[in-house]
């Protein structure tokens, strides 16, 4: 979709500014709108008390959506075809032309998102959004639609208006049909149509909400299928638990897994391809009390960013990683928990750095993302092939720079150790909860505090925020105990925003994360206090005199600059204690750097 994300008014406000309906016509349709909780401008376009040519003016002139009179075009029945009748008289919508795998689809409430986005997930293609008055649109749409042949256009309104639910409430009334004569069978069960397109549904689903990963539980009475959407878990679907079997077994055919195993844990992969783009998927199965559960990995390369300046870095940030990066040999570590975007990071660095003149060369368990140009080595233990050997036979083929999917034992962070002493440029990540715990975790693995001294550069620790709807987000008056508690004095005037909820964001608030990070530099003054055997919170201390900005003040920053709301500041990041909390200069500096 094209239009302006820059802040307008209210479309309340907009309605009464152009003249578009009266105040006693708005307030009923604010009455309606609250009472049935239906979306404001579809309980407009139910009244006849609204001017059509000032509404479409609002749309061109504050949206900034293109507009056509869609009785000037000729629709053919191809067109009409990939929407059903259904869909276009719920959203008032007519598709009118297509190029390539775009499709222009003339709206009267441009505005839906969950309209666009079901027509996107229905046809495949890209959706260019124009406005078109609703009245001329209902007449073109009950002229072309009665011109399509008896019952076709019937069976595809049939076939994608199907929810999850109820395809799945189908699948298990075949399942009862065929149980008692021919007993279970799941690799048959597997393939058969309706479970197929039930998976698909859901991998389709989950990818439509940019999910980072699904998950298939079987509890005691039903399966629970879940999909984490910026960061946090939705529901997309409750089977009935006849169909856990099944759907696992489908999941473990394409992944070329033993569907006769049962006992033990299994991982692999699988692609899928989606609007003319093969997605990643990565499958790990665990056996549980009532049976397998399934978690897919989402790996979709057009929803990931690998570059530096597009990850929520601030300037400094970036200035700070890259001239890191620089440096010919030593250690760069990553730290955070799972699913906090260590790997990205890593990636992105590696793609600021890659050049026909360095050899690259990772090792990964798994390789999650293939990088052209990048010699990436998939670690396999069953075989032997772990990440202490697989890093002996990288260091025989002289390469400038490693990767090191994650440093998990002593022999690894050796070895790891000994490549940046030698000449090499050697990234990483640690699970430690900030920054300045990676050296603590680095001693206790054995490792000498003069080599951490002499071959680490930088400690980034990060964390993902959700980002605030632009079209949504409000602004939000903190209460004073709260600004008190992040060392802000209640007296001065911070613009904070917060969450409220529009089809943008599917009634959420948000949409998207964002990075925050802790950067520690290894100054002199650093070296010294860990080659000093000097306590975490002594460094950071240190650090933070030194200008590192922490996480719960690079959180705080993303708050002010209105990207993220104060809840998640809270959520993501614990407070900084035993050091020094943010100051009034610290947020004179935080704005400047946001």
Known sequence: MEPSQSPRKDIKELLLLEGVVTQDVLNKIIEEHERKNRPLLDVLFQTESYDPVKLLHVFKHHYKYHSINPTA?????????????????????????????????????????????????MTGMRIKVVVA???????????????????????????????????????????????????????KISTETPIIKLINMILHESIRRHASDIFIEPWENHVRVRARVDGLLEEVARPPKTLGEALVSRVKVISQLNIAEHRIPQDGRFKLNIRERNVDMRVSILPTAHGEKVCIR??????QSHEIEKLGFTEREQKIIKNSAKRSHGMILVTGPTGSGKTTTLYSILKHLDSPEINITTVEDPVEYQLPGI??????????????????????????????????????????????????????TLHTNDAASAITRMVNMKLEPFLIASTV???????????????????????????????????????????????NCRDTGYKGRTVITELLQLTPEIRSLITNNALADEIKRRAMELE?????????????????????????????????????????????AS
């Open 73 to 121: 075009f000729i629709v053919g029945t191809d067109l009409i075809k990939l929407v059903p009748l259904k869909i276009a008289k719920q959203y008032c919508v007519l598709p009118v032309s297509k190029l390539d795998q775009t499709l222009t689809v003339a709206f009267a409430n441009p505005t839906h998102l969950k309209a666009s986005d079901e027509l996107r997930s």
């Open 133 to 187: 008055q609703a009245d001329l649109l209902k007449k073109c749409i009950e002229k072309y639609y009665a011109d399509m042949p008896a019952g076709q256009e019937q069976s595809l309104s049939a076939e994608s208006s199907v929810s999850l639910d109820d395809l799945a409430k189908e699948i298990k009334v075949e399942r009862q049909e065929t149980a008692e004569t021919q007993g279970p069978d799941l690799l």
């Open 298 to 303: 989402i790996l979709d390369t057009q929803n």
């Open 375 to 428: 010699n990436q080595v998939h670690v396999r233990e069953a075989i032997g092939l772990t990440f202490p050997a697989s890093l002996r036979s990288i260091l025989r083929q002289d390469p400038d720079i490693i990767l090191i999917g994650e440093i998990r034992d002593r022999d690894t962070l050796d070895i790891a150790v000994k490549a940046a002493l030698t000449g090499h440029l050697v990234l990483s």
């Open 457 to 503: 550069i930088m400690i980034s620790a990060q964390r993902l925020v959700r980002r605030l709807c632009e079209r949504c987000k409000l602004p939000h008056d903190v209460p004073a105990d709260i600004l008190k508690s992040l060392n802000l004095d209640p007296a001065n005037k911070y613009q904070f925003f917060k969450p409220k909820k529009c089809t």
């Open 548 to 592: 590192m900005t922490t996480l719960r003040q690079s959180a705080l920053a993303k708050a002010l600059a209105g990207e993220t709301s104060i809840e998640e500041v809270f959520r993501v990041t614990s407070a900084d204690t035993g050091v020094s909390s943010t100051t009034e200069d610290d947020v004179t500096e935080i704005k400047k």
